[in-house]
């Protein structure tokens, strides 16, 4: 096989910065800029994140079948993510409900993150060759910006949200 560390090393550093806006995001309180600014930080780099994870990440390993199983798993939980992130724009960030439903959040993204890094992208390590990387390297950086700048906070209240 071939060094496949670039592009989970890659990854694992969004993972980190995810990690620390939401540190920051816990530190604060009420409906204030600061909240508000890195909610939208937030949103774009998990909105931008998974769109490219999934372009040169997941859609690399879809064509595998051992993997097939654990990447609809993590695809379907990006598509949660997005609800709960719409919902969230959609609270009121004074409101108690809004520092509840983040925590909720903050909890099920921390371990979807750690589920990524610790199960998946070992398994998946074990079925990449040169000519994946090769597509991925070209993909995700590329992906990750392009989608970065379309991506907006987008309110939608979960029981309002389609299938």
């Known amino acids: ?17 995810h990690r620390e ?20 930080e937030l949103t774009k780099e998990l909105k931008s994140h998974a769109a ?15 993997t097939t199983g654990e990447t609809r798993h993590s695809v379907a939980e990006h598509h949660e993510i997005d ?5 969230l724009a959609a609270t009121d960030m004074s409101s108690g409900a809004w520092l509840q ?3 909720n959040f903050e909890h099920r993204y921390r371990h979807h993150i750690e589920e990524e890094e610790e199960d998946h992208f070992p398994d998946f390590e074990e079925h990449l ?17 392009e989608e970065k700048a379309d991506a907006e906070v987008t309110p939608e209240k979960m029981e309002d949200a389609k299938d």
Do not use: C
Not at 1 to 17: C, G, N
Not at 27 to 38: A, I, K, V, Y
């Open 129 to 145: 060759d040169e000519a994946d990387m090769e597509h991925m390297r070209a993909v995700f950086d590329r992906r990750k910006k």
């Open 1 to 17: 096989m071939t060094d496949t560390t670039e592009i989970f090393d890659r990854l694992k550093q969004d993972h980190d910065k």
């Open 52 to 66: 490219a994870e999934e372009q040169a990440l997941y859609a690399t390993m879809l064509k595998k079948p051992a």
């Open 101 to 103: 439903k983040f925590k």
């Open 21 to 40: 806006l939401l540190d920051k995001l816990l530190e604060t309180s009420g409906d204030t800029e600061q909240r508000e600014t890195l909610f939208e």
């Open 83 to 87: 609800e709960a992130l719409n919902d």
